[in-house]
């Protein structure tokens, strides 16, 4: 009988074979233990619930407000689609009265064109409500934001869930050097911070683009 043989002869003489020899590998997988992964709750709680009129501005958070500069913004983007929408209204009484194509009431081209001159002039006075609403809070894992006046929104955004993040300007941006983010996340869902400066949009693209990769590893 040789070392190299792999059967042998026990007493009863019955074939059996040697035991087998483990390698490395499968000693350390034998050895290795698995847990299963902790998850941390992906928001942590908010004492939201039964704050009424306050539910806007919850006294355990600090908001992050808009540049200053962006109502100019918002003021003259509003100046523009007054102008269009006034123009717009006062057709009818251009075609009616001054070049006859049509035969509309007077008092119905003339109550068009009041009323959306009024119409516009509320919209730009509320203008300035409607920046000073804005804000934003980097909270622990999740970024909340707030907008709204009448219709207020309170939208948290989980870090984990952030799939894009982009950072552009428009044409009257570009001249007080403002950016907005455009934040995509998970399901198609699109958040939106406007009347950021550059460096803030920038610092936020950053800061949002690390915490999305840390807490989808986490994931």
Known sequence: MTENRLIEDNDQGQAVRPPAVATPWQQAQATETFSSPAFTPT??????DGLGKDFIDP???EWNRVSPKYLKVRMISRAIWSLIMI?????PLLFTEVLGWW???LWLSVSLAAVMVVWQI????????QVRALGYSERAEHLLTRKGIMFRKVRAVPYGRIQFIDVSSGPVEN???LSHLDIKTAGGASTVLPGLDRAEAQR????LTDLSDTKM???
């Open 204 to 207: 936020l693209r950053e800061i």
């Open 87 to 91: 123009a717009l209204a006062c057709l």
């Open 59 to 61: 006294a355990d958070i």
């Open 103 to 105: 035969n509309m009431p």
């Open 175 to 177: 001249m007080v050097g």
């Open 122 to 129: 509320w919209l730009t006075i509320i203008v300035r409500r």
């Open 43 to 48: 928001l942590p709680p908010l004492d939201l």
């Open 217 to 219: 590893v986490g994931l």
